[in-house]
């Protein structure tokens, strides 16, 4: 730590924050680009998400809520190209959204804008060129691009229920009308070719399998380059574990390579059962970190193991092994420290969360390339990749509660990730600490011995 | 740090370390692609580079070397394809450089090889592909495809006066039978396409313009192609330099954000000219930290400056502010641990070698993709870059010696970086510290007020 000039301790310098190294007048627009239902929205999302994960203020403009304001239920007609007067409100769509985002700029609110649209013509993306450049704003424009029948068809789906296009609308129904959309925009779609070779794009083909790269300019565009290339957007879920209830649990130390306990066991046999009645017959495969505890909860689940040094828990430094009352003792400043900014405060010869995030990028990255993983791992560890998924704030996440015992399951969706909670009811003692409390583990007495699950928070039967 | 049961304290594990989070059998031979003269040897000892860097283990089997052990100064005609003995010669190399290197992975030497050679066939090409799937290592072909004149010609005259092939030749008849050799290959050549779309490659088109990414199979692959994606292969140039001696160092203390001390400012209004003496007439940008010492120290150059946090000084957490003498006091386990493995000791509360390198990553995709950079930074940050560049072993890097008030000129090159040196002959302390030693901080007596220039170690007029 740094010291000030008046003698106290300034916290150290968040060096290795991916925000901090872009020159600060650097703004980016990420242009979508594509027809509907090739995953932009998604995309569109995730990049957010992934971006604020690593502390880069970013926003999307979705031109679509934009013109639901004029016309909150538009039948396909309204998309016909030779349909002047939906022509002429989709164009002020354009409009209000890319002025809205210009004044975000300005107001210094972010680095990266996402204009979320099919922007499907050359002339289009055009005039959003020059708007930015006016604006002294890059762009990069990420088509996504996709033939592949069964994946489009599965969005189409997708999109029929849950945009708000459709709201309250019969399914069939609005699967034919979103599919004639379609065919409106098919009509004058063109694809980033070699006549717009001087602009910086990317173009994902097939999603994951082919991506094309062009006149990438700066690090934090290399950097979204990077994210986009690990990305596929087949629909897919991700189950996530503390491990089972551990002796240092037990007696409130912290950090450590302990065993699990006996009721730790407990849940390690029930895991299987729970797992097979969230993913039912899919084939998983099982990340673990390097600690005792994950590969021993994982023990009985008849998939294939991996461990991952990255997911071991947050290295708690000089204080590993000590209770919650020793760090107070022993280190009252550094307790109150990281209740003030527990998201930056690193222990003493430790991590902080910040820490934890940059190592877990890698892990991210292989999540978002894989299917049917289920993550054995750590308190701190699974906030972290948890906030990841459900965009969690940073100032929040290293305060949520993740219960022992309970397995959580993530669908990341066009518009929001679905979670569903089995707890085992097996009972374990909680680890959940207040702000400015010491976390007396507390044993909770005897559970019910069956699962109870909860999805999006409300129970179900 | 975590407890071993014997009650020892273990180093912390290495956690962010890029090469931990991959399956320990992922092992990749990246298969280079393309006609002479198109960059490829230096891609692939940027690459190997770069992973070492990174602490994965990797290396390059150079076909040509192979080749040259029968047939050390071939003529043009030897790689003509109607040249059946040529022909046969040179699959003779390759089959000993693919044999070598299945070996290289089974003994457990690494994890990424480079094949370095023109693989310019498709034929060729599934014959390595056929001979990594039966050894179970995966293949990424790297084609680089460039049909820039100018670049091309620039790497030929590289090629004639640094390649073992013309070792002693007159330049002239060299490039005329290197251009030759590059005739006989473009009758043959077959680029990446859609017939090798089950391939997974990476298709640089004049490097650094446009990337082609096919079927991306993991994270060690992916984090190449991100490398690639940032490189451009124009040679330039690279100038670095530590901050004018700061008040700190004449006091002998470490961290901290001191002034520069007289001579300090000597250095600093004497390094324009030195700049220009070595970069001539070259509009450079000047990156400094955000720390005083290098912002004073550019003050003088006529040039934009940019300050970079990643560029800080290693964050020596508890021990900032102290002298060595004061650290090997009040912490004598810890300045013995730092001794002994200096590239993986975390201070506490700050920071190690190992972490520096990471949050410079995006420093060196920045200069990768820049030119004509100035780099004014701190000792260990320098270390860090000039490791990078020089392909410095991680156990030596930390140990060695950068002056102050000198300026390093890097040129990267397809066979090796050539370095020159310019002293400025203005005495400083020397902030140098062996191994077990205190460092007593020495005033070097008065300097000769000229500037003393060496080119790869040795003294010139």
Redesign the interface.
């Known amino acids: 730590?740094?010291?000030v000039p008046d003698g106290q301790m300034m916290r150290?310098?968040?060096?290795?924050?991916?925000s901090?190294?872009q020159?600060p007048e650097t703004r980016i627009c990420v242009v979508m680009v594509g027809l509907p239902a090739r995953g932009k929205s998604l995309i569109a999302q995730k990049v957010v998400r992934y971006l604020r994960w690593l502390s880069v203020d970013a926003k999307t403009f979705n031109v679509g809520q934009y013109r639901r304001t004029t016309t909150p239920n538009p039948s396909a007609e309204f998309f016909d190209t030779s349909n002047a007067e939906g022509e002429r409100m989709r164009k002020a769509a354009a409009e209000a959204a890319v002025t809205d985002m210009i004044k975000w700029f300005d107001n210094g609110e972010g680095l990266v804008a996402i204009l979320d649209a099919t922007n499907s013509t050359k002339a289009r993306r055009r005039w959003i060129q020059d708007r930015c450049d006016a604006a002294n704003v890059q762009t990069m424009f990420v088509e996504s691009k996709c033939d592949d029948e069964e994946l489009v068809m599965s969005n189409i789906k997708e999109v029929k229920t849950t945009s708000p296009d459709y709201l309250g609308q019969d399914p069939e129904v609005a699967a034919q009308d979103f599919r004639k959309r379609i065919r409106n925009y098919e009509k004058v779609y063109e694809t980033l070719d070699e006549d717009e070779a001087d602009l910086t794009y990317c173009k994902l083909i097939d999603v994951g399998?082919?991506?094309?790269?062009?006149?990438?300019q700066?690090?934090l565009q290399?950097r979204v380059?990077?994210y986009l290339?690990?990305l596929h957007i087949k629909p897919r879920s991700i189950w996530l574990s503390r491990h089972g209830e551990s002796e240092y649990n037990l007696s409130g130390k912290i950090?450590?390579?302990a065993n699990i306990s006996e009721r730790g066991q407990m849940y390690a046999k029930k895991l299987p059962e729970i797992v097979k009645q969230s993913a039912g017959d899919l084939e998983l495969t099982v990340w673990t970190s390097?600690l005792k505890r994950t590969i021993q909860t994982s023990k009985y689940l008849p998939f294939e193991k991996?461990s991952?040094?990255?997911l071991?828990e947050l290295?708690s430094?000089?204080c590993?092994?000590l209770t919650y009352a020793e760090i107070e003792e022993r280190y009252p400043a550094d307790f109150k420290a990281r209740d003030d900014d527990k998201y930056n405060y690193?222990y003493?010869?430790?991590?902080s969360y910040r820490?934890v995030v940059?190592?877990l990028e890698?892990?991210i990255?292989?999540l978002e390339?894989s299917e049917n993983i289920l993550i054995v791992t750590h308190q701190a560890v699974l906030r972290c990749i948890y906030a990841y998924f459900m965009g969690v704030d940073q100032a929040k996440s290293p305060w949520m509660e993740v219960p022992l015992h309970t397995l959580i399951k993530l669908s990341p969706r066009a518009y929001g990730t679905q979670e569903e909670r089995y707890s085992a009811k097996i009972p374990a003692v909680s680890t959940w600490r207040g702000k400015g409390s010491k976390a007396q583990h507390e044993d909770p007495g005897p559970g019910q011995g069956t699962v109870d699950i909860e999805v999006n928070g409300k129970p179900t039967k």
Chains 1, 2 share one sequence.
């Open positions: 730590m740094r010291k150290p310098n968040r060096k290795t924050n991916g901090g190294i020159a399998h082919q991506v094309i790269i062009n006149k990438i700066d690090y290399s380059v990077y290339m690990n950090g450590g390579d390097t991996l991952w040094k990255a071991d290295d430094g000089v590993d092994s690193r003493l010869g430790g991590e820490d940059i190592r890698p892990i990255m292989e390339r």
